[in-house]
């Protein structure tokens, strides 16, 4: 089992900046697929970005050329660099991890393990 645990939210002013961590624990985070999930009121859970355990990387529209995902296998932390901030990034923000495999999956359903998330408020 893996046990992650975000942090790194909070509240800026629209442009702004913001680096969420995800610690990981009880395995390697290099084995799975990482993502980083938001979910604003109201709405399903989306998947904003992901690196796969073959470090392939998948960014959903919205946030392409803002946000950077990462890891860091030694530290085994998932890390979301998020710039130029928006006040429709307004979400909670998830991190999680799916064992690794031939197919990449975007829903939340298909990933196995959750922190308990972090909420980013971007003000306008």
């Known amino acids: 089992q893996v046990q992650l645990v975000e942090s790194g939210g909070g509240s800026v002013q629209a442009g702004g900046s913001l680096r969420l961590s995800c610690a990981a624990s009880?395995?390697?985070?290099?084995?799975?697929?990482m993502g980083w999930f938001r979910q604003a009121p109201g709405k399903e859970r989306e998947l904003v970005a992901s690196i796969r355990w073959s470090g392939a990387y998948y960014y959903t529209n919205s946030v392409k050329g803002r946000f950077t995902i990462s890891r860091d296998i030694a530290k085994n932390t998932l890390y979301l660099q998020m710039n130029s901030l928006k006040p429709e990034d307004t979400a909670a923000y998830y991190c999680?991890?799916?064992?690794?495999?031939?197919?990449?999956?975007?829903?939340?359903?298909?990933?196995?393990?959750w922190g308990p998330g972090t909420q980013v408020t971007v003000s306008s």
């Open positions: 999680a991890a799916k064992s690794g495999g031939s197919v990449f999956y975007r829903d939340a359903q298909s990933y196995d393990y």
């Open positions: 009880g395995r390697t985070i290099g084995n799975y697929d």
